[in-house]
């Protein structure tokens, strides 16, 4: 059974930093892309960025780029975000989410329950 489970979201005054790890199991992470998605309250899902299945090629949504690092560790079947500069816009329900493809290509077939980050003051 496929699972993915994010954490680390919190509370954080803008400009401040997190970090959100995401842990995988029930698959071979290693052979799959990796994306991480958000919904603000009363919004849509937005797709933030994406990795391939060795780390090599990334992508990132123009609000977030320069602020945002998406990385992967294949040893600890872990997916991170890392997330510097928040702004209040960045306030949103996190999910990562799993490609059914090695390359990334904005397309998931599993997602995780998400985790909270809220920017404010």
């Known amino acids: 059974e496929v699972q993915l489970v994010e954490s680390g979201g919190g509370l954080v005054q803008p400009g401040g930093s997190l970090t959100l790890p995401c842990t995988a199991s029930?698959?071979?992470?290693?052979?799959?892309?990796m994306s991480w998605v958000r919904q603000a309250p009363g919004k849509g899902l937005e797709l933030v960025s994406g990795?391939?299945?060795?780390?090599?090629?990334?992508a990132y949504i123009d609000s977030v780029k320069g602020r945002f690092t998406v990385s992967r560790d294949n040893a600890k079947n872990t997916l991170y975000l890392q997330m510097n500069i928040l702004e209040p816009e960045d306030t949103a329900v996190y999910y990562c989410?799993?490609?059914?493809?090695?390359?990334?290509?904005?397309?998931?077939?599993?997602w995780g329950e998400g985790t909270l980050v809220a920017a404010s003051s």
């Open positions: 990795i391939d299945q060795g780390g090599d090629s990334t």
């Open positions: 029930g698959f071979t992470f290693s052979n799959y892309a």
């Open positions: 989410a799993k490609s059914p493809y090695w390359y990334w290509s904005g397309i998931m077939d599993y």
